[in-house]
Nanobody, 118 residues
Framework: QVQLVESGGGLVQPGGSLRLSCVAS????????MGWYRQAPGKQRELVAI???????NYADSVNGRFTISRDNAKNTVHLQMNSLKPEDTAVYYC????????????WGQGTQVTVSS
């Protein structure tokens, strides 16, 4: 059984920081590209950041320079460090895993709420 479990969401003031974590089980973690997506009320789900199986990263323009994605293969975990948070960052954040070799597979976590408000 494959599971992606997010944690670390919550309420934070503008300018504050938050660190999200996603622990994967049931997959060979090192073979997967990992990503963070978010969905705000009334908007489509959008890519926030990705980190490839080899460690290459890419970010949405809206978060570039403020967010950092990282992975710890020994712990089957991907993180999203979010700094200088803005109200526009408010959304449900989802963890995504996408297999890079063999049979194509994709999995999603249940999401964690991030609210940026004063």
């Amino acid at each position: 059984q494959v599971q992606l479990v997010e944690s670390g969401g919550g309420l934070v003031q503008p300018g504050g920081s938050l660190r999200l974590s996603c622990v994967a089980s049931g997959i060979i973690f090192r073979l997967y590209n990992m990503g963070w997506y978010r969905q705000a009320p009334g908007k489509q789900r959008e890519l926030v950041a990705i980190i490839s199986s080899s460690g290459l990263t890419n970010y949405a323009d809206s978060v570039n320079g403020r967010f950092t994605i990282s992975r710890d293969n020994a712990k089957n975990t991907v993180h999203l460090q979010m700094n200088s948070l803005k109200p526009e960052d408010t959304a449900v954040y989802y963890c995504n895993a996408r297999r890079t070799v063999g049979i194509s597979r994709e999995y999603w976590g249940q999401g964690t709420q991030v609210t940026v408000s004063s």
